[in-house]
């Protein structure tokens, strides 16, 4: 089972950028499915974007409505991250974001935005937009 930290968060003005990293341990990596999820104060912890498991780093990608077209989640085999880039940043992105790693395979959205399909999770890091 693969452990995950992420880092990268933030302050950044609305219509600004950040990129979110995720280094996950451990020797399998390429066997996981690769999400990140966010929790704003007072809601549940909603769904972001998702990257399938791959060998070659290059899975399908699956993607929030409210972040298609503005969010990019990518991942490095070799190097065992993730990476969430965000662009177009919105007051609304506010958020504690979570990166998440599942060992399953599917190949709809049906799976990737299930919380208990995932089953390490970091500690989160905080990413605000300011208005």
């Known amino acids: 089972q693969v452990q995950v930290v992420e880092s990268g968060g933030g302050l950044v003005q609305a219509g600004g950028s950040l990129r979110l990293s995720c280094a996950a341990s451990?020797?399998?990596?390429?066997?996981?499915?690769m999400g990140w999820f966010r929790q704003a104060p007072g809601k549940e912890r909603e769904f972001v974007a998702a990257?399938?498991?791959?060998?070659?780093?290059?899975?399908?990608?699956y993607y929030a409505d409210s972040v298609k077209g503005r969010f990019t989640i990518s991942r490095d085999n070799a190097k065992n991250m993730v990476y969430l880039q965000m662009n177009s940043l919105k007051p609304e992105d506010t958020s504690v974001y979570y990166c998440?790693?599942?060992?399953?395979?599917?190949?709809?959205?049906?799976?990737?935005?299930?919380?208990?399909?995932?089953?390490?999770w970091g500690q989160g890091t905080q990413v605000t937009v300011s208005s």
């Open positions: 998440a790693a599942g060992q399953f395979d599917c190949s709809g959205y049906g799976c990737y935005d299930r919380l208990l399909a995932y089953d390490s």
């Open positions: 451990g020797r399998t990596f390429s066997n996981y499915a």
């Open positions: 990257i399938r498991r791959s060998r070659r780093s290059d899975g399908s990608t």
